[in-house]
């Protein structure tokens, strides 16, 4: 599932092609994958991008929205008037008056887009804790959701209620990062611990933004012109069961937790 970097490079990405276009029609050819009446936004304009956690949106004229989460499988790729081409698993196409498109192409069909009014979709994102980034995800605010919970930090960290923007991908690298054992209970943190392991999510995510996402070993995430992120070439311990740690060299291991693949150095994180 897309994460905050790989989200965030799509929105930089789509931003430079689609801003200020106006939408002519929507395509619905699944309908579990478009929610509401897309015929309510044809003929407005784009004015911005955004992004919330793990969700892109389109800020349209006359107050409307359109929300989108990739989850599983879900891609957006953006073809120009001289290069449409249907694709595969395409479940909604947006047309655009300069006879452009974007397509939204999901295998499992898991993702979706949701069409708000700006009043419900601030509504909606009031559910999500702080991004990494902001201001109010220090020392303090970590170490206060962490001493309240006896579950495994890294399931802490993927509580987008709590922390939002960060999956599977970016929990593991950045517990590596901070030298943190994902089964260690959250409240078992010493603060020095929770200052190393904040850094540590800010300069992953920070890298993974630098190297336009992870297209991991499913290869799902695409940026709109079809390519791969390269932050996968990066990774110290996601997919690396079996392989050398870079610091220790030690084999690194794999467990499951909450139901995901969990990589860890034994040696190195404690």
């Known amino acids: ?73 879900g891609q957006l790729i953006y073809q120009t008037k001289n290069k449409i081409e249907d694709l595969k698993h395409q479940r909604v196409v947006i047309n655009f008056n300069d006879k452009s498109r974007l397509v939204f192409n999901d295998l499992r069909i898991f993702g979706w887009i949701k069409l708000f009014n700006n009043k419900d979709l601030e509504k909606e994102f009031t559910i999500l804790g702080p991004e990494p980034f902001f201001k109010e995800f220090n020392d303090g605010y970590l170490k206060k959701i962490l001493t309240r919970s006896r579950r495994a930090i890294k399931l802490s960290l993927l509580d987008q209620k709590k922390i939002s923007g960060i999956g599977n991908i970016y929990a593991n690298e950045a517990l590596y990062q901070a030298k943190i054992l994902p089964i260690r209970p959250s409240n078992s943190l010493t603060d020095k611990e929770i200052k190393k392991l904040r850094l540590g999510i800010i300069k992953v995510l920070r890298k993974g933004i630098k190297y336009k996402g992870s297209t991991a070993a499913d290869e799902n995430y695409r940026l709109p012109d079809g390519s791969k992120g390269q932050y996968q070439t990066h990774f110290k311990v996601y997919q690396k069961n079996g392989k050398k740690c870079h610091q220790c060299k030690k084999l690194i291991k794999k467990i499951k937790l909450g139901g995901r693949g969990t990589f860890y150095c034994p040696v190195c994180q404690k």
Request: charged share 30%; net charge positive; proline share 3%.
């Open 1 to 73: 599932m897309p994460e905050l970097p790989e989200v965030e490079t799509i929105k930089n990405s789509l931003e430079k092609k689609i801003k200020g276009n106006i939408i002519s029609s929507i395509e619905v050819l699944k309908k579990k994958s478009f929610r509401g009446n897309q015929n309510k936004v044809w003929g407005l304009e784009i004015l911005s991008l955004g992004r919330r956690g793990k969700n892109l949106y389109f800020k349209l004229e006359k107050e409307n929205n359109l929300l989108i989460h990739l989850k599983m499988t």
